[in-house]
């Protein structure tokens, strides 16, 4: 318990801290020194809760003769961040965000006030999701912490724009994670909630970071849609305890089912949807490119969309075959390809990232619908995959736009002469994402073999082409990466040891995370699904699986050296290509007939003619929302009519 209470709170101590040091070096000393500590104590915590704790099941604790106290100082910084948001709203004309907050506050201090709220014997819950998601917030985003340090340095030479409020970002960087600890380890609806609304706050204001137009409307835009999701996670919590008289979410999903339970089910997995930027709530994320990379980093990995599809997988066994569940696949599914699709079509790479994990949390999302063991199994690794490898490709990225100027695919043509360090770590992230034998392209196998045993055609459907569209998109920014024209030359990298350090290690992770994946498997996802839906033992991976699974590994690796020894051997004989009109030596340069000298380029085919966002944004919302109102209306509809 002490970890615990330690995870949570030292956090938001070193963002107090923060918020008080002015000196960039004395900052750089406490981010490092911050970062450090939550690290070795998520680890530690981590091997104890594994070995003493939690090996056989989950354990929960009680803080009973603090709760009033703790519930009374939650509810004071609701009240108090609802003042500060009405106050913003109100200051930049955003009056549905104020109204929102106002709604979501009103219900749950009404809840607390009036005395109708029942007792929590368990305050907090810990199993091996729990330990899953403390390594994830504590490692990758500890990591974009320090990585933050030498980038803000750079982004503010380059931008000098906009006001330094470095004493702001740092502090926030932390609360999230403070928040998303807390969120991780409790079982009370009520706490889960104050900490759901730190990080819907906590991202509105890293997103406006800048002030300028853009950054406020986008931020906004962020809240609002998140504050609806809080909303209905507020009105789930108040018919759990009045109706239901649950107070935990443990109790909530292993309760008898009926249409009654399925009633904050649904809340809550509507809730979960607006968090993890799932149709038609998307534009939120895509909106918070305009943030300093750090901020992406940490919204689309470690934490905020993290927190909705923790909140999914914990809510599977009670969605399976569930109107809930049916809509959550749907939503889930229908993202995953539509946003694969719209990432095709941009050549920005924080834009491509930002589709990428739309379409990723997609599958996540459609697995936790689905709610089978085998799809739990996948999205959980999804998850561990998805973390690590779309922090580091947003750290990447932001390097290379603070060493280039410039973040568009078509300008990292050659990067890896060019960059060629940047190069190999976009390159392990890209792979991570697509290839053999990497987690991710594991879990879509894994998902996709579940939803064809479940006969669930339009999932299939779904999953096939997205990947398709996948594949598409990660290979012309590979090729990018990978293409040289002559007389590429090496650039001068601008990258800090901070950002190095972060870089280098979200790339060891991904490859570890690939060589122990069997471990992984059998030792802490296939344990934790017989925890989730209390059977005697489940097994996702065969042992051919693994033999196949290693073998690819090992070619990840052999072929390339191989064929550097291959190329090393051959003379390469240059070919000057018809280019149009007289080639001037180099295959870049050419006379055209009018003798005017023309300069080569080459560039991808983005097809935004055929499905950009001109093209299918809008019918994709309307689509989304159909689903989501037609699935709420059937769950109210059986609660009137009394059906189960």
């Keep these: 318990m002490g970890f615990i209470v330690f995870l949570v709170l030292f956090p938001f101590l070193t963002a107090a801290i923060l918020t008080m040091t002015k000196n960039n070096t004395v900052r750089k000393a406490v981010v490092y020194t911050g970062s450090a500590i939550i690290i070795c104590t998520a680890i530690v915590f981590s091997l104890t809760a594994l070995i003493k704790g939690i090996d056989s099941g989950a354990k929960y604790f009680g803080v ?19 003042v500060l948001i009405v106050y913003l709203s109100i200051k930049h004309k955003k009056y549905y965000a104020g109204l929102l907050s106002v709604a979501g506050t ?32 504590a490692i990758v985003g500890s990591l974009i912490c320090i990585y933050a340090v030498g980038y803000m340095v750079d982004y503010h030479n380059h931008h000098t724009e906009f006001k330094d409020r470095r004493t702001f970002f740092f502090p926030m960087l932390f609360v999230f994670l403070g ?20 990080t819907s706050i906590s991202s509105f204001l890293l997103i406006g970071y800048t002030r300028t137009k853009e950054a406020i409307d986008n931020s ?22 009045t109706v239901l008289h649950v107070t935990t979410l443990q109790q909530l999903v292993y309760h008898p089912a009926s249409i009654i339970t399925l009633v904050p089910v649904t809340l809550l997995a509507f809730a979960a949807l607006t968090k993890s930027a799932q149709l038609p709530f998307s534009k939120w994320l895509l909106g918070a490119m305009v943030a300093p990379t750090p901020t992406s980093a940490l919204l689309h990995s470690a ?85 690590v490898s779309k922090s580091m490709m947003f750290q990447a990225v932001g390097a290379i736009e603070n060493a280039t100027g410039s973040r568009d695919i078509e300008d990292m043509h050659g990067l890896i002469v060019r960059l060629p360090f940047l190069a190999f770590v976009m390159i392990i992230g890209i792979a991570g994402m697509f290839l053999a034998p990497f987690g991710m392209l594991i879990s879509k196998w894994a998902a996709l073999k579940a939803f064809v045993d479940a006969k669930n055609i339009l999932l299939v459907l ?56 069997p471990v992984l498997s059998i030792k802490l996802i296939e344990p934790l699904l017989a925890q989730l839906y209390k059977i005697e033992h489940v097994s996702v991976l065969a042992p051919e699986d693994m033999v196949i699974m290693v073998v690819l590994l090992l070619l990840i690796f052999v072929i390339p050296m191989v064929a550097r020894i291959i190329v090393k051997k051959m003379t390469f004989k240059p070919n000057m290509e018809y280019m149009s009109g007289i080639n001037q030596g180099d295959n870049r340069h050419f006379v055209d007939s009018f003798n005017q000298p023309k300069l080569m380029f080459l560039s991808n085919w983005y097809m935004e003619d055929y499905f950009g966002e001109k093209k299918i944004w809008k019918i994709s919302v309307a689509i989304a929302a159909a689903v989501i109102v037609a699935c709420i209306g059937i769950v109210i509809g059986n609660l009137t009519g009394g059906a189960i």
């Design 64 to 82: 009973t003769h603090l709760v009033h106290v703790i519930d009374t100082v939650m509810l004071g910084i609701e009240i108090l961040l609802m």
């Design 106 to 137: 009103v219900l749950i201090a009404w809840l607390e006030l009036s005395g109708k709220a029942a007792s929590v014997q368990n305050h907090v819950y810990c199993d091996k999701l729990s330990v899953i998601m403390c390594l994830i917030i």
């Design 179 to 198: 928040a998303m600890f807390g969120l991780v380890i409790s079982s009370n609806l009520i706490w889960i909630y104050f900490f759901w609304e730190i």
């Design 220 to 241: 906004f835009r962020a809240l609002w849609m998140n504050l609806l999701g809080g909303l209905g996670f507020a009105g789930a919590i108040v018919y759990s305890t």
């Design 303 to 387: 934490t905020m969309v993290k927190a909705g599809v923790y909140l999914l997988i914990r809510l599977a066994p009670a969605m399976s075959g569930t109107i809930a569940g049916t809509m959550v696949s749907l939503i889930g599914g229908f993202t995953f390809l539509v946003a694969s699709m719209l990432a095709i079509t941009v050549s920005d790479g924080k834009k491509v990232l930002a589709y990428s994990t739309i379409s990723n949390l997609g599958l996540i999302t459609a697995c936790a619908g689905v709610g089978t063991t085998e799809t739990v199994w996948a999205g959980t690794l999804l998850i561990m995959f998805h973390a």
């Design 462 to 517: 779904f999953i096939t082409f997205g990947s398709a569209t996948t594949m598409l998109y990660w290979t012309k920014w590979l090729s990018k990466i990978l293409a040289c024209k002559a007389q590429t030359r090496l650039r001068r990298n601008t990258t800090s040891l901070g950002q190095w350090f972060s870089l280098a290690g979200h790339a060891t992770m991904m490859v570890m995370l690939c060589v122990l994946l």
